[in-house]
């Protein structure tokens, strides 16, 4: 099932997971500084890291932009996903896609179904390990490797996770490489992942994205309040830090381009401006999709995106109708029914066993059973899932 909110819970109920790793700022940036001075020997060039951008209309439209540049195709990110050359033999799928995606029989947004029938126990699909993310990818990423392997080494208990949000959002972005000349996203390189980034739900009403005042507004004596503060707080903190690193290898890589073309580079302010906001969109958007979407990862001690398999609905326990397990050889994603299925048939999991009702919404973005009606319109109405039973208007 997918478990990413027992490793989001570590900071939400107060053990400050990504703040453990990330609030000393200085000692941070000093620790970026050295780790890239084994790779470049520019030094950083901003004066300093600028403040959280205010969320509003305007970044929102921006976020569309950068992150929703390529329409996404379910068909292509099926056949990508489950292609993989060096499949070990038992763990052959039969000809033809097992599974689409299509419109959910419940709630707003798409599901996965099955294709043809499938008996109890029976392999539906096989996820190659080369197509999950984790934190290894970001360990042995081309350009920020080291960087991430270094801040894990250094950092606290949310180190990895925000390590992690770190390599989701240079990916999504098209590669870092080319964050000054981006044009949100129009001339970005490709991720491997780019299927996958380009069918993701980046503009889903996550309270990450919420202004301060609607925040304020709405959680204001609700029984989430507490949590989803301190979750926004410790996000802006990750993303102040990620500023740091991307925006320090970008400045190096540019430099080191200009030299070997004997040029210049002129880092004026648009261009700082833009970079950092770029960033902020990117990191801010990456930690939603790791929110609503990760798997736990016990081998890695932290969590991982399993494309496809990420597309069922939740329900509960009792109803999942699929399992998943890795194969110890391969390191594959194998998903298997619970029960008999028929063609046609949505497929469903459990996201979590342990959240309340209303611990969901700051952690998926939506209310279990409550599938009509958003989170937000449940907050507005004072819902009781919210709040005591003595406040609510409903």
């Not at 990504?18 to 200085?26: Q, V």
């Not at 490797?145 to 959002?169: C, R």
């Not at 073309?261 to 990117?282: G, H, K, L, S």
């Not at 391969?330 to 979590?352: H, M, P, Q």
């Amino acid at each position: 099932s997918i478990t990413s909110a027992l490793c989001i819970l570590f900071f939400i109920k107060g053990t400050s997971m990504l703040c453990n790793g990330f609030s000393d700022t200085k000692t941070h940036q000093a620790a970026v500084s050295a780790a890239h001075q084994r790779r470049h020997r520019h030094t950083f060039l901003f004066s300093q890291v600028q403040n959280s951008e205010a969320i509003d209309d305007e970044m929102l439209s921006k976020r569309e932009a950068l992150l929703l540049r390529n329409k996404g195709n379910p068909e292509r990110l099926v056949e990508w996903a489950l292609s993989n050359e060096s499949e070990s033999p038992d763990d052959d799928t039969s000809v033809g896609a097992p599974v689409t995606i299509g419109p959910s029989t419940i709630g707003n947004g798409n599901g996965l179904f099955v294709t043809r029938s499938f008996k109890r126990n029976e392999l539906i699909m096989t996820i190659p390990h080369d197509n999950v993310i984790s934190i290894e990818n970001a360990w042995e990423d081309e350009s920020l490797g080291p960087e991430f392997m270094y801040l894990t080494d250094v950092g606290g208990p949310g180190a990895k996770l925000a390590t992690l949000v770190g390599f989701v959002a240079k990916e999504a972005c098209g590669q870092i490489d080319g964050i000054f000349d981006l044009n949100y996203g129009n001339n970005c390189i490709s991720s491997y992942w780019q299927e996958y980034f380009d069918c993701l739900p980046w503009t889903d009403d996550h309270p990450l994205w919420w202004s301060d005042e609607e925040t304020n507004r709405l959680l204001k004596g609700s029984v989430v309040d507490e949590e989803v503060t301190s979750m926004r707080i410790q996000v802006s903190n990750a993303v102040e830090n990620m500023k740091v690193l991307f925006s320090n290898y970008c400045i190096n890589d540019q430099m080191s381009k200009a030299e070997t073309d004997n040029a210049t580079v002129d880092i004026d302010e648009n261009m700082e401006a833009r970079a950092m906001e770029t960033i902020e969109i990117a990191v801010r958007s990456a930690f939603c999709m790791l929110l609503s979407r990760a798997f736990e990862d016990q081998e890695t001690d932290c969590v991982k995106l399993i494309p496809l398999l990420d597309m069922t609905q939740h329900t509960e326990e009792a109803d999942e109708n699929i399992s998943h397990s890795t194969h110890p050889a391969t390191g594959n994603i194998r998903v298997t029914a619970k029960r008999d299925l028929d063609a046609g048939e949505e497929l469903f999991n459990c996201y979590s066993t342990t959240l309340s009702v209303a611990q969901f919404l700051p952690v998926f973005a939506f209310v279990p059973n409550e599938m009509g009606v958003s989170g937000r319109q449940l907050l507005e109405d004072k819902d009781p899932i919210f709040f005591p039973v003595e406040t609510a208007t409903r």
